[in-house]
């Protein structure tokens, strides 16, 4: 696992855009993904697999909404989170087939570990 903290912004300004520019996805693979994530303000930002893009803010009817704290978010990527217990309990809410939030898993679980 990586020693560098990593931060929702670091994740989602940096992080996230240099893995997706380095992606060949395919056809079946490129959804998108918004994420409303609460902290100290509530920020929206969206993946965009088709595009291998990632801007702030949502987007209208994407495959994948998901909603949490920064916290959980930062949780689910560093592989400290039981994400099936978060959803369980209400900490990650989301909108579309679950499937995708492991193929998101896969695209970035092996850069951040």
């Given amino acids: 696992m990586s020693t560098t903290k990593i931060t929702v912004e670091k994740f989602f ?14 056809q079946d693979k490129r959804h998108t993904f ?6 100290e303000k509530i920020e929206e930002w969206t993946i965009d697999m088709n595009r291998k893009k990632v801007t702030r803010g949502g987007l209208q009817n994407p495959d994948m909404y998901l909603e949490m704290n920064n916290s959980d978010f930062l949780g689910m990527f560093n592989d400290e989170l039981d ?3 978060a959803i369980l309990s209400g900490r990650i809410r ?3 087939n679950p499937m995708l939030l492991v193929e998101l898993g896969d695209v970035f679980g092996e850069k951040l570990n």
């Fill in 34 to 39: 918004v994420f409303r994530l609460f902290g």
């Fill in 13 to 26: 300004d940096k992080i996230a855009p240099e893995h997706l520019a380095t992606l060949k996805v395919p």
């Fill in 94 to 96: 989301f909108e579309g």
């Fill in 83 to 85: 994400v099936k217990e």
